[in-house]
Each structure stands twice: as C-alpha cells, then as structure tokens.
C-alpha cells in the first residue's frame, strides 16, 4: 500500500499530519443539532467560536448547517446557505486553517466553497455525483461517510451481518469512485460513521477495529464527539457532561491509526490528541 504523505496540501488549504493525528472542531450553525443545536446561529457568535476553536487547537473547521440527528428532517438548500455562507465568509477572512462545509448538497457545497471553505464534508460519501466533479472542479479535499438509511430513518433497527466488513467494503468503494472521478487519494478521507445507522455494540465493533480502516490506503476520520452511545454506556444524558468518555474514544481511534478526530470540545480533545500522539511517538520526543 503506497505511504500517503505527512503533509496534505491543495491549492487553498494544507494539512499537516506529520506529528500525528489532528482535531477538527465542529461548528453547528443549526436550532436543532443533538449537542449544541441554537448556540451558534449568530453570526457573530459563530465566528467567534470558530476563532477560539482555532486558538485552541483545531485544525480545521468543521460548518454544519442542516442537523444529522436521529429523526431530523431536512431543510432546503437556501436556508442551509443562509446559515453556512455568512459564517464562511467572516471565518475565512480570520482564521489560516481549513475550513470544512458538512452537506450533502451540491449548491450549498459550491457557495460554501465561494465563501470560502475549501473541504467537502459529504455524509452520503458523493452518491450526488456532482459533488465529485465539483470537488475536482475546484480542486478540494473530500470526507466520504458510512450511513445506513437517512437521517431520518437511521436508527430504526439498523442491521448488519458483519458490520466491520460491510463498512469497510462500502468506504472502499466510495472511495474508489472518488478516485476514478479524479480526486487524489490523499485528498480523500473515510469516516466509518459512528452513530449512522448503528446501535451502540455496531459502534463499539468499529471501534474495536477501526485499524482496518485505516489500512485500505486512505486517512481516516472519527466522529464520536458526545454522542448517544457514550451517554447509555456512562449513563451521562446530558451530551456535554459526555466529554470523558468522549476522550477515551479519541484516544482509542488514534492509536489505531486515525489521522483525524471531530470534536465539540476543542481545548479538552487537543490535549488527549497532543499525549496520544507523543505516546504513539515516543522514540521521537525529546527528554
């Protein structure tokens, strides 16, 4: 399998992985997402979010303006641009790190893209075959995401006969289309999608094995900031008292391989980013 490089790099962005693995912070400009839904849909109050995430240690920036919840219902491409693109905007002229636009639509994907993002954050993994040609248009990154169903219908009794197998095969064929449409491999990360049409043993398998993911000759990327499996495993309801046990999967994912880790809580996750990766390096770190 070739080496992907340390150093990511594309015409309005760079990524830097030789130290190991990074922090994405999430940036929900949305009423109604599961964790921090309506704290952020003030421009101003987003913007200065993102700024201190930045500050904090997050190498990109993750915009999400349409909620992927359990049983969320969709909203139209223009209230998705109303949110996202001011934001964008204002963000790109403040902070040098990536900015990320998380859609599954092609319009708000491309005005994203004009105000300034410069990764397409896609949990349907490019099934609209546009965003592909749009993402080698403009010469950008992809994250391609593992979901059973839709949003909407998601955690209804999602089943697998081997939920490991049947992830990686799907993300490898995604993947594989990205590549045939002209998106380089290293532009290209997969994210198994935990919590996307998964119960909370399908989460843990992945998790338990996600070394298989990152061996397939892409970088991965893991989302399980705060999430509701880590709440019916510590018995935390509330998704911000989750932060612990959102650690200890950062943790986990990194020393498995994982190049990227999307979180909430940016401050916290960077330090157990900075310690897992200098564990992992150890015969590299000075006294």
């Not at 190991?20 to 599961?34: E, R």
């Not at 109050?45 to 997050?58: C, D, K, L, T």
């Not at 994203?112 to 040609?133: C, H, P, T």
């Amino acid at each position: 399998m070739k080496k992907l490089p340390d150093i990511v790099k594309w015409p309005r962005g760079k990524l830097d992985f030789s130290g190991g693995a990074i922090v994405m912070g999430i940036l929900n400009v949305t009423p109604d997402s599961f964790s921090d839904g309506g704290q952020f849909l003030d421009i101003d109050r987003a913007v200065a979010h993102g700024i201190e995430m930045a500050q904090q240690g997050a190498a990109i920036l993750d915009i999400g303006p349409e909620s992927t919840r359990p049983g969320s219902e969709s909203i139209s491409k223009d209230e998705q641009i109303k949110r996202a693109v001011p934001v964008i905007k204002k963000l790109s002229q403040q902070v040098q790190i990536p900015i990320s636009i998380d859609t599954q639509n092609l319009d708000v994907a491309k005005a994203a893209i004009e105000a300034g993002a410069s990764i397409i954050n896609d949990i349907s993994a490019l099934v609209d075959e546009r965003m592909a040609q749009l993402a080698v248009e403009k010469q950008v990154p992809v994250i391609l995401m593992h979901m059973q169903g839709t949003p909407q219908t998601m955690q209804t009794e999602p089943h697998y006969d081997d939920v490991v197998t049947e992830v990686v095969e799907y993300l490898m064929e995604r993947a594989k289309f990205a590549e045939n449409a002209g998106i380089q491999a290293e532009c290209i990360f997969i994210d198994p999608g935990i919590g996307f049409g998964k119960t909370t043993k399908h989460n843990l398998q992945l998790l338990n094995r996600m070394e298989l993911f990152c061996d397939i000759g892409y970088r991965v990327l893991v989302g399980t900031s705060r999430k509701r499996f880590i709440g019916q495993l510590t018995g935390k309801d509330v998704p911000a008292d989750r932060i612990f046990g959102t650690a200890a999967t950062v943790a986990l994912s990194i020393e498995k391989g994982v190049s990227i880790v999307r979180v909430h809580d940016v401050a916290e996750m960077a330090d157990v980013v900075k310690l897992t990766n200098a564990i992992k390096r150890a015969d590299t770190v000075d006294d």
